[in-house]
């Protein structure tokens, strides 16, 4: 092993150990997941016995660990034993019109701009809507395949591609990496698999939005996409419509892998069922996401607006190994009424002359509790490193509260390391001045938080920031006056 | 234009405007004088709506319409400005995109599409130049870092943008310069207008001598206890305001 890939295997292994405390005796009740229910999902999926063993591994890495607590949230233990891992996911109570959907989801529907065909699919109504994107992918996915391009969900992959998602698979975060992780390993339902071949810029804007099998995969889903040397892709995670989920606890594991020159542009618009008013319901949202920028000149850029969820936790981070790659981290996380989001970013600077930037940008409201983690290491090996991190808290109202922990580790001292954190307020005499410039509350709100995440929205691709736009502002309606 | 009867007006419970009676024909300009804390910037508040001032008793039209009936954004895109006496900063908000907010917001109250981005340009272009304002500033976030006079000034070159047609300057002419008090006074000049009031709020005579008005009012204990020409402004200012007071106290 080399010392770089020391450092690589150490930082995966970090999540765990990072910031946390691993004495609390815990009791799991694991009717829920055995090994027969792994071997029954991959029986099920018809998975060849690699990826079993795979699975497994995960399962038995996963046994041995106890849930993590140390994000600034709260929330009751999960009884992952009333969680069901496979056919669960289908758990959706079935409709048969749009006059069964609450009112209230219909009206945020017809806010965003949904056509009344896709509010169907979205509400889970029963429709003939396949036959007409079939075609769509269809033609769409011809026109990939022209390019080498390989855009399929992760179980065709493991049949279709077993050398590259074995290569691959657990690359960026191994099985034993923190305890969802784990979990995920063992049970993943299904998810994204994409490969850009040597030298191909994808020509479109790739989104799980456009794959058949997008339904019902989001309890744990994996992806895993892969950009060979000198290529390019930019993908957009999920929809942002509001789509109503009965899962309660969603733990995904995304794995990006960049080679020489190769850059991965990954976008998310996270907008899950966040609970009602009073703190009832909601999604448990947490997430492993990670990309490795693997050879030189690479680059990995996540942008994510975060609306949604109960409770979030995600730390979407980059391992920046080869000389003079990049990383970039733009976030924007929103809280209203009783949500919880600790969230944030990574950046392993290994490699020399690497460079990263981090801006996030909190919004709480409500009585929401809005946490900015993030950790900036920089290993001997990187000579000149750079990273630049600017993390702002914006509140609404003065029941909510936002909190940032900023940590640093650097071994080298020819790095630059640059923080900057503001916290602003908008309060009644804020709002006042708008209103006396004509504004209603939501206009002077919906303006105020366009301004305030304009840095992030603008390296979101166009459509997509039009509709976090609109995103915002639904999430924050109500929030004052 | 505006007709104030009767207002009483408390704040977290203490009463600050007393029976306040004004009446502002259109097109003209009055000024309100008065010791600290005898609620003048009370008076501005309240006629903008804002929420902790709790109007007890009293009535107020505005162009016909019962004032106190509107929402605070209603008044403003109806017509009533105010000049704050302490502006705030709002952080990531350039100067144009607050402008164009306000101005889309005052036009679709009227029914009126958005206003094209050429238009609103050379509107921003001619309204600079009546308050000698930089470019520069225009793509600023609002207020953050402005000087207290950039501030005030600001003030103006909304108001000017928004061609409200009551004006309420609460001590607009504080904290500037000599230079930047003549710039501000001969913009508000150049706004007068036989449509348009203005109520100005100031503790100095020499703005009077910019901006001439129609009638002065001294503010005391929560009411307008004087009201004279122009040279009244002088007479405080020569005299202080305490043979107003003892004037007040002999009535009683
Ligand atoms: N939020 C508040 N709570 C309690 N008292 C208040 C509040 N706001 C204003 N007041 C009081 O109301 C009175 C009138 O205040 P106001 O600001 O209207 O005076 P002013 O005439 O504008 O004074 P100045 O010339 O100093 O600007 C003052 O005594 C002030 O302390
Ligand atoms: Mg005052």
Redesign the interface.
Known sequence: MTENDKIIEEVTQSDYKYGFVTNIEQEFALKGLTEDTVRFISAKKGEPEWMLEWRIKGYKAWLKMEQPHWQNVSFPNIDFQSIIYYAATKKKKKVNSLDDIDPEILATYKKLGIPIQEQKVLAGVAVDYVMDSESVITTFRESLKEKGIIFCSISEAVKDYPDLVRQYLGSVVPQRDNYYAALNSAVFSDGSFVYIPKGVRCPMELSTYFRINAENTGQFERTLIIADEGSYVSYLEGCTAPMRDENQLHAAVVELVTHDNAEIKYSTVQNWYPGDKNGKGGIYNFVTKRGLCKGVNSKISWTQVETGSAITWKYPSCILKGDNSIGEFYSVAVTNNYQQADTGTKMIHIGKNTRSRIVSKGISAGKSQNSYRGLVQIHRTADNAYNSSQCDSLLIGDRCGAHTFPYLEIKNNSGKVEHEA?T?KIG???L??????????E?AVS??IN??C?EVFQHLPMEFAVEATKLLAISLEGSVG | MLSIKNLNVAINGQQILKDFNLEIKTGEVHAIMGPNGTGKSTLASTL?????YEVLSGEVIFKGKDLLEM???ER??EGV??A?QY??E?????VT??MK??IN??RR?FGLDPMDAKDFLKLMRQKMELVEIKKEMMSR?LNEGFSGGEKKRNEIF?MAM?EPSLCILDETDSGLDIDALRIVANGINKLRSPERSFLVITHYQRLLNYIVPDVVHVMFGGKIVKSGGKELALELEEKGYDWIKDEVAAEA
């Not at chain 1, 006042?432 to 509350?441: A, E, M, W």
């Open positions: 503001t602003s009644e005499d804020l006042f001045y708008c209103n006396q410039r004509g504004l209603s509350n206009e303006m105020i301004g305030y304009k | 903008a709506g804002k929420e902790a929402s605070p954004d403003a895109r400005f105010l704050f502006p705030v709002i952080p990531g908000v350039t995109n607050f907010a306000a917001a005052k109250h976030s909304q928004l």
